[in-house]
């Protein structure tokens, strides 16, 4: 990333929509936006591979769960944020990962331009191809800064969408534990 010509490009916005970028508020912030962008699309050019810590699943069959894993990321149709709580589970299939990876694998794609949609399917489709499992969900619930502050303007709306794979989307009696647990 090229924090100086973002900071060139966000002076020249601030400057088009009619603000002074001189007054004493605004001397820095081109600096600034251009530093939190930095963190905000951190998680283009990250591979999940490497981040993957895989262990023997000593023959352990049953349900892995990490739920409420607050996350942020941007609207790629109109630059504002999003946020909300992800909830993810596996069935492992002889091998498990590090607990710490699967918020590491939400962080690395909600660190992108995204949607919510292919943010879920982003998730399950790696840990789908990485861990090889019985069967993978994910449930993302987000609020959308997108439909708060501009559009509908509507406050208490809540986006929920879901990706399941394996024995999480064939099995009616696995999809339906999974969602009883994340509640």
């Given at each position: 990333?090229?924090?100086?010509?973002?900071?060139?490009?966000?002076?020249?916005?601030?400057?088009e929509?009619?603000?002074?970028?001189d007054?004493?508020g605004?001397?820095k912030?081109p600096?600034?936006?251009?530093?939190?962008?930095?963190k905000?699309?951190?998680?283009?050019?990250?591979?999940?591979?490497q981040?993957?810590?895989?262990?023997?699943?000593?023959?352990?069959?049953?349900?892995?769960?990490?739920?409420?894993?607050?996350?942020?990321?941007?609207?790629?149709?109109?630059?504002q944020?999003?946020?909300?709580?992800i909830?993810?589970?596996?069935?492992?299939?002889?091998?498990?990962?590090?607990i710490?990876k699967?918020?590491r694998?939400?962080?690395?794609?909600?660190?992108?331009?995204?949607?919510?949609?292919?943010?879920?399917?982003?998730?399950?489709?790696?840990?789908?191809?990485?861990?090889?499992?019985?069967g993978?969900?994910?449930?993302?619930?987000a609020?959308?800064?997108?439909?708060?502050?501009r559009?509908?303007?509507k406050q208490n709306?809540?986006?929920?969408?879901?990706?399941?794979t394996?024995?999480?989307?064939?099995?009616a009696?696995?999809?339906?534990?999974?969602?009883?647990?994340?509640?």
């Amino acid at each position: 990333m090229d924090l100086k010509k973002i900071e060139k490009l966000a002076k020249e916005l601030l400057d088009e929509i009619g603000e002074n970028t001189d007054r004493e508020g605004l001397k820095k912030t081109p600096q600034r936006i251009a530093k939190s962008f930095e963190k905000i699309f951190g998680g283009y050019n990250k591979d999940p591979k490497q981040f993957l810590t895989e262990f023997d699943g000593e023959n352990y069959d049953e349900m892995i769960i990490c739920k409420d894993i607050d996350f942020y990321s941007t609207c790629e149709h109109h630059l504002q944020p999003f946020f909300g709580k992800i909830s993810i589970g596996y069935i492992p299939n002889k091998k498990i990962i590090g607990i710490s990876k699967l918020p590491r694998i939400v962080e690395i794609f909600s660190r992108r331009m995204q949607n919510q949609e292919r943010l879920t399917q982003q998730i399950a489709n790696t840990l789908n191809s990485l861990l090889k499992p019985r069967g993978v969900g994910v449930v993302i619930k987000a609020r959308h800064l997108c439909m708060m502050a501009r559009g509908v303007e509507k406050q208490n709306t809540i986006m929920i969408t879901s990706s399941c794979t394996g024995l999480f989307k064939n099995n009616a009696k696995t999809r339906s534990e999974f969602l009883r647990l994340i509640k």
